[in-house]
């Protein structure tokens, strides 16, 4: 068992590689009353063609299934698991995103046999016909409740205009259609691919001995039989560098528009020198110029163009990464053509060493103050590892930051070419 102490943050974490593959975190924090645990696999909604284990050919599974999956491992032959956590006193949880699906729990008490449980329930699938038809139709319900939502339309209308061919572009749910498509066995052939135990990692932070829970997990992973390790094949379309549409508008029941601005990644740029500090600066410019105390805020809500709704958001992965920004407004020709206008400002400014530097105090403030969160550690640990960042790295990344650095970077990352616009409008009716 490896043992790594962060200085700069008074943090010790412990990591082990089980003989099966699966990586292990555990960050004891003895001052907590919680403890947060979360079993990741590298499987999101984008995996939908790849080569299952231990064949040669790839195959192409219906748009949704990862999500789909995600439902069907808490639901036994005789049980449902979410029950067992409650009987220990833990509460339990479960997503799904682009590129992982993450189970965890959270607890007081217990802590042991709700490790157990977590590990137990996750590697142990059961599915049968009877149980994937009648998720079929739960799942269909909650696909339509999203596709009323105005807000969800924007943001995945939003994501279609960016991309072309990217399976980005897809509702992590899936849609009504294609979850009809899926059958038991999709479901284990992609079982057995993703969540082999070398494509997870199990990281767990808060009131624990690390010692102790390092034995007992290991312990548990040498009790079960697992298919030789193999590296995964997956496949991902080409993509183009422009924007798949430049406009979209969507008409819906809503009493005052939506409009947002979407920036896709030159993927081609980003590699895994840089992913970090770019992830780190967009953070950091968007925050200093778009949030409530920043310049272009000011100016958009001196115009009267946003509310309270206004927001922006941001993701970046090896394959594909996009920003939007946007929310209600009254005028959405006004509001688009302010919002572009303010980004290519940014591309072209020259930062004063004041502002950077107030940028930088800001971001490294947050930092400290989520590191506070047991759910922020675990979950954002376990997304920088999926891009090969150690998160206790983070804040001397920032440190190191130099003006020059944003000012280069900005200029990468706004172009005309890949900036798409979604509208929605009211309908007439």
Known sequence: MNKTHYDQIQETIYEKTMDNG???????????????????????????????????????????????????????????????????????????????????????????????TLLDFVQDPYFSDESVEKEKGIIAQEIRMYDDQPDWRAFFGTIQSLFTHHPVRVDIAGTVNSIQDITKEDLYTCYNTFYHPSNMSYFMVGN????????????????????PVEDLNRSYPDEPKAVAEKHKVIEMPVSVSKCLVGMKEDIDYLNENNILQMDMIKSMVLDHFFSKSGEFYEQ???????????????????????????????????FQARVKEMLHQLKERTLTEEEFERMKRKRIGQFLRSMNSLEFIATTFVQYRHLGIDLFQVLPAIEQLTKEDVENHLREWIDEERIAVTEIRPSND
Do not use: C, W
């Open 208 to 227: 624990f001995d690390p010692e102790e829970m390092m034995a007992l997990i290991e312990k548990n992973q040498h009790s079960k039989e697992f298919a």
């Open 22 to 116: 699966l990586k292990v975190y555990l960050l004891p924090k003895q001052e907590m009353a919680k403890t947060f645990a979360i079993f990741t696999t590298e499987y999101g909604s984008i995996d939908q063609v790849f080569t299952p284990l231990g064949e040669k050919k790839q195959v192409s599974v219906p748009e949704g299934i990862a999500h789909f999956l995600e439902h069907k491992l808490f639901e036994k032959e005789d049980r449902d698991v979410f029950q067992d956590f409650t009987k220990q006193g833990a509460s339990a949880n479960a997503f799904t995103s682009f590129t992982s699906t993450a189970y965890l729990f959270s607890a007081t008490s217990n802590v042991k046999e709700n490790a157990t």
């Open 300 to 334: 958009l809500y001196k115009e009267d163009l946003i509310d309270d709704s206004f927001s922006y958001e941001t993701h970046i992965d090896k394959t594909f990464g996009f920003t939007i920004i946007g929310g209600n407004t009254r005028e959405p020709e006004k």
